[in-house]
């Protein structure tokens, strides 16, 4: 049998597609931490976006939720944690998010029930003055 110094073609196909795939895997390893930083950075924007919008005082619960899991974002995020950060980030930019919508939703619709309430009472008081 013949010492062969080379891979026949199969073999050195298989060697490639393993060397690729390490490559690949120490290179996430090091890249994680940029878009877990981003992450953690749009969601820190949405939430203040949410603030501003009035989230505070119109939809409290959801900007609390949205607050802790930022702070739990940036926990994860300084111990090295990404995948975790990215998570948590993700999950504070939606409650964010909808939080930002209730308070647009209930300043929206806070002029309809003002006016809602007023002919209500001009109903009344036309009712009153009919009697």
């Known amino acids: 049998m013949e010492n062969k110094m080379y891979l026949d073609p199969t073999n050195r196909l298989a060697a490639i597609v393993c060397a690729t795939a390490l490559l690949a895997l120490a290179g996430c390893a090091s890249s994680q931490k940029a878009p877990a930083t981003a992450d953690v950075a749009v969601s820190k924007a949405a939430v203040d976006n949410a603030v501003s919008a009035g989230a505070s005082d119109l939809a409290p619960e959801e900007i609390t939720a949205a607050r802790a899991k930022m702070l739990r974002a940036s926990q994860a995020l300084a111990a090295k944690d990404y995948p975790l950060a990215r998570d948590l980030a993700t999950q504070a930019?939606?409650?964010?998010?909808?939080?930002?919508?209730?308070?647009?939703?209930?300043?929206?619709?806070?002029?309809?029930?003002?006016?809602?309430?007023?002919?209500?009472?001009?109903?009344?008081?036309?009712d009153r003055v009919k009697q």
């Open 93 to 126: 930019q939606a409650d964010a998010k909808l939080a930002q919508s209730k308070a647009n939703s209930a300043k929206a619709t806070a002029p309809s029930n003002v006016l809602r309430e007023d002919l209500r009472v001009l109903r009344d008081e036309v």
